[in-house]
C-alpha cells in the first residue's frame, strides 16, 4: 500500500472521495491535499454531488468547489424518508451566535430557516409515511 493512502483507498481505487461539511467549507486546501480525495464542495454545492461527479476523472489533486467564506443565505430543505426508526425534520441553517469554540456561524453562515407553512407541509409529509 502506498504510503499516506487510507487503506479503503488501497481497498478501492476507482472510488472517488467527496468531502463536504463544515470541515470542508473551512480548510478546502488542506482536504484537497489529502491523498485519494476528488471533490471538496461546500454548503452551497454539496447538494448537487451527482452533478459534480458526472463525467469526473480521478485526479492526484482534488477539485474544489466554492468554498468562499462568504456564508450562504439559502436554506434547503431536508427530511428523513423510508424505513427509519426515527425520523428528523430540519427546521433551522446556520447560527447567528459566536461561541469561540464553535465554527458553525463562519462555515454556514447567520441562521435561516423556511416559513413555517412550508414546515408545517413537510412535518405532514413525515407523518404520512410513517
Same mark, same amino acid.
Given at each position: 500500500?502506498?504510503?499516506?493512502? &487510507?487503506?479503503?483507498?488501497?481497498?478501492? /481505487? @476507482?472510488?472517488?472521495?467527496?468531502?463536504?461539511? *463544515?470541515?470542508?467549507?473551512?480548510? /478546502?486546501?488542506? +482536504?484537497?491535499?489529502? &491523498?485519494?480525495?476528488?471533490?471538496?464542495?461546500?454548503? #452551497?454545492?454539496?447538494?448537487?454531488?451527482? $452533478?459534480?461527479?458526472?463525467? +469526473? !476523472?480521478? =485526479? =492526484? =489533486?482534488?477539485? +474544489?468547489?466554492?468554498?468562499?467564506?462568504?456564508?450562504?443565505? %439559502?436554506?434547503? %430543505?431536508?427530511? %428523513?424518508?423510508?424505513?427509519?426508526?426515527?425520523?428528523?425534520?430540519?427546521?433551522?441553517?446556520? *447560527? @447567528?451566535?459566536?461561541?469561540?469554540?464553535?465554527?458553525? &456561524?463562519?462555515?454556514?453562515?447567520?441562521?435561516? #430557516? /423556511?416559513?413555517?407553512?412550508?414546515?408545517? %407541509? !413537510?412535518?405532514?409529509?413525515?407523518?404520512? $409515511? *410513517?
Amino acid at each position: 500500500m502506498q504510503a499516506g493512502y &487510507p487503506k479503503f483507498i488501497h481497498q478501492s /481505487p @476507482d472510488a472517488f472521495i467527496v468531502v463536504v461539511g *463544515c470541515y470542508a467549507q473551512l480548510r /478546502p486546501q488542506e +482536504i484537497s491535499s489529502i &491523498p485519494g480525495v476528488d471533490l471538496v464542495l461546500g454548503i #452551497n454545492e454539496k447538494f448537487d454531488v451527482a $452533478r459534480y461527479l458526472a463525467g +469526473i !476523472e480521478k =485526479k =492526484k =489533486k482534488a477539485e +474544489i468547489h466554492s468554498c468562499d467564506l462568504s456564508g450562504s443565505d %439559502s436554506f434547503v %430543505s431536508s427530511y %428523513s424518508v423510508g424505513d427509519r426508526t426515527r425520523s428528523f425534520l430540519k427546521i433551522q441553517d446556520g *447560527c @447567528d451566535y459566536g461561541c469561540s469554540y464553535c465554527t458553525v &456561524p463562519l462555515a454556514r453562515g447567520a441562521s435561516r #430557516n /423556511p416559513a413555517i407553512e412550508i414546515l408545517s %407541509s !413537510e412535518a405532514l409529509q413525515l407523518l404520512t $409515511r *410513517c
